[in-house]
């Protein structure tokens, strides 16, 4: 199982560029996240979707979109890049949104907005 | 909302000592769930131990291990036998009732051989 995949690894737009994070989970997981990491700050929550179907907003939505294309797959789309939003990016699975579920990371996408 | 704090921005240990990383958080929640997630320079998450907050025990694997003290609100973590594959930023983070995973700002821990 390769369990969490992200892509592109690396990506580096110009202001006012579009982009789409895709994230893909091969563990059957109820629950998908999107977060971003930036230098001396834990891991903040963008969007979540609890199930196949929904999603809901986190800490730091504004600037973002997502969709479920389905039960494995969650994209992040970024209509109108702004420097603000160079960061790293990790998408996570759990198996439902419980607080009991540990959830499971990708190896994390990072993006330079120019 | 919820806060996980860690004081200790950086920390080192030799090779085959024990270090332990601090966490505090807040919380007016009794049922909540801890975790220590250490990320390698690799940049994977990876889960290194859990706690449930109904459980006095504290939880153990292997090397690592945690302090849990519910009334201070404090959820530390051991490492023994430091190795140099331990060298990673270590992040805290709370989930509580609302099903949101909250982060502390991590602590980078080095090895030293």
């Known amino acids: 199982n390769a369990g969490v995949t992200q892509t592109p690894k690396f990506q580096v737009l110009k202001t006012g560029q579009s982009m789409t994070l895709q994230c893909a989970q091969d563990?059957?997981?109820?629950?998908m996240y999107w977060y971003r990491q930036d230098p001396g700050m834990g891991l903040r929550l963008i969007y979540y979707s609890a199930s196949e179907g929904t999603t809901d907003k986190g800490e730091v939505p504004n600037g973002y979109n997502v969709s479920r294309l389905n039960k494995r797959e969650f994209s992040l789309r970024l209509e109108s890049a702004a420097p603000s939003q160079t960061s790293v990016y990790f998408c996570?699975?759990?198996?439902?949104?419980?607080?009991?579920?540990?959830?499971?990371f990708g190896p994390g996408t990072r993006l330079t907005v120019l | 909302a919820q806060t996980v704090t860690q004081s200790q921005p950086e920390m080192s240990v030799q090779e085959a000592e024990t270090v332990t990383l601090s966490c505090t958080y807040d919380?007016?929640?009794?049922?909540?769930?801890l975790f220590w997630y250490k990320q390698p320079p690799s940049r994977q998450m990876i889960l290194v131990i859990r706690?449930?907050?109904?459980?006095?025990q504290n939880a153990t694997e292997n090397r690592f291990s945690v302090n849990f003290q519910k009334a201070a609100k404090s959820f530390s973590l051991k490492i023994s036998d430091s190795q140099l594959g331990d060298t990673a930023m270590y992040f805290c983070a709370f989930s509580g009732t609302g099903n949101q995973f909250y982060f502390g700002t991590g602590t980078s821990l080095t090895v030293i051989p």
């Open positions: 563990m059957n997981h109820n629950s």
């Open positions: 996570a699975s759990s198996a439902y949104r419980g607080p009991a579920d540990t959830q499971y």
């Open positions: 919380t007016s929640e009794s049922n909540y769930y």
């Open positions: 706690q449930e907050a109904y459980k006095q």
